[in-house]
């Protein structure tokens, strides 16, 4: 399974952005989708995910909306009210398992995209 994310940029505080991940090769193996972001000298932390339910990291909660488009196999996340904390790089991660418990942390994920930069400006 390939992941490309797109759709990150540069993004004035208060706007909105919506970041996209494309699968391709064997995407129906992918059960739990989630992205995952990190910023300079920080680690990798969770955002969103979705494995039939959703779950938010409560940095995003309220401003953020992961969904999936299983026709297009491509994960979305949309986040409003952005925040010069909300900089850093956004990656997408699947993984084969299910459980939305387990998918806020990294090890879960069988695969990962190269990231896309997401940078708010105050």
């Known amino acids: 399974v390939q992941l490309v994310e797109s759709g990150g940029g540069l993004v004035q505080a208060g706007g909105s952005l919506r970041l996209s991940c494309a699968a391709s090769?064997?995407?129906?193996?992918?059960?739990?989708s989630g992205w995952f972001r990190q910023a300079p000298g920080k680690e990798r932390e969770f955002v969103a995910a979705?494995?039939?339910?959703?779950s938010y990291a409560d940095s995003v909660k309220g401003r953020a909306t992961i969904s999936r488009d299983n026709a297009k196999n491509t994960v979305y996340l949309q986040i409003d009210s952005l925040k010069p904390e909300d900089t850093a790089v956004y990656y997408c991660a699947a993984a084969q398992s299910r459980g939305i418990g387990r998918a806020v942390r990294s090890m879960t994920y069988d695969y990962w995209g190269q990231g896309t930069q997401v940078t708010v400006s105050s």
């Open positions: 979705i494995a039939g339910i959703t």
């Open positions: 090769g064997r995407p129906f193996k992918i059960n739990t």
